[in-house]
């Protein structure tokens, strides 16, 4: 299997302007999560789906922040209007089960001047 | 609420010597515990994991012991090597739900 792919790896990107990152998670998993890593506040989990449908957004820092899961294959997270505080390394994940261990796709870094 | 405590890094240490990642978790009900490892530009990757008091998990000389009554579940390898360098994350998940809680990792450089 392919892995969680991610795109852009890399994101540099103006405060205001708008930035979506994108997430394959792996064939047949049923859940895909969201996170965010910085130095000052380690890995949080913004959001998680199950089966295409959000669970828990809880972590999903301010309403600028939003995710979709259209279909099995395909998710995206959106932030309108990006600050330079947002800069981080997002990472998707997903797993099979409830319970089981997440597979974690490369990251995108995300810059924002 | 659910938290996980580990070591502060950097740890660096000679090659083939021994390696104690130590890791404390305060849970609501029983976790299962995860060491996940993240190389350097990459995601993170389960490194091992045990879902009950006294399991040992274990992978590519790595081992791990769910010990319960000290809520322990530290990482120890017997003789660490350069590529082992990385950065090693413990967490745990209760109530077999999906939300996974981190340490703050700790950073391992292995010299030659």
């Known amino acids: 299997d392919a892995g969680v792919i991610q795109s852009p790896r890399h994101e540099v990107t103006e405060m205001g302007q708008e930035v979506t990152l994108r997430c394959k998670p792996i064939?047949?998993?049923?859940?895909l999560f969201w996170y965010r890593q910085t130095m000052m506040r380690g890995l949080e989990l913004l959001i998680y789906?199950?089966?295409?449908?959000?669970?828990?957004d809880s972590g999903m820092p301010e309403d600028r922040f939003s995710a979709k899961m259209p279909n099995a294959s395909f998710s995206t997270l959106k932030i309108q209007p990006s600050e330079p505080r947002d800069s981080a390394v997002y990472f998707c994940?997903?797993?099979?089960?409830?319970?089981?261990?997440?597979?974690f796709g490369p990251g995108t870094r995300l810059t924002v001047t | 609420g659910n938290s996980v405590t580990q070591m502060e890094g950097p740890v660096t240490l000679s090659e083939e010597a021994f390696l104690t990642i130590n890791c404390t978790y305060t849970?609501?009900?029983?976790?299962?515990l995860f060491w996940y490892v993240q190389y350097p530009g990459e995601g993170l990757q389960l490194l091992l994991k045990?879902?009950?008091?006294?399991d040992k998990g274990s992978n590519k000389g790595f081992e791990a012991t769910y010990r319960k009554e000290t809520t322990s579940f530290h990482l120890e390898k017997g003789s660490v090597q350069v590529s082992d360098s990385a950065v090693y994350f413990c967490?745990?998940?209760?109530?077999?739900?999906?939300?996974?809680?981190f340490g703050t990792g700790t950073q391992l450089k292995v010299e030659l």
């Open positions: 045990a879902t009950k008091a006294d």
């Open positions: 064939s047949g998993h049923d859940y």
């Open positions: 789906f199950n089966n295409n449908v959000p669970i828990d």
């Open positions: 967490a745990l998940s209760t109530g077999g739900g999906n939300k996974l809680t």
């Open positions: 849970a609501t009900g029983y976790p299962s």
């Open positions: 994940a997903s797993t099979r089960t409830s319970g089981s261990p997440q597979y």
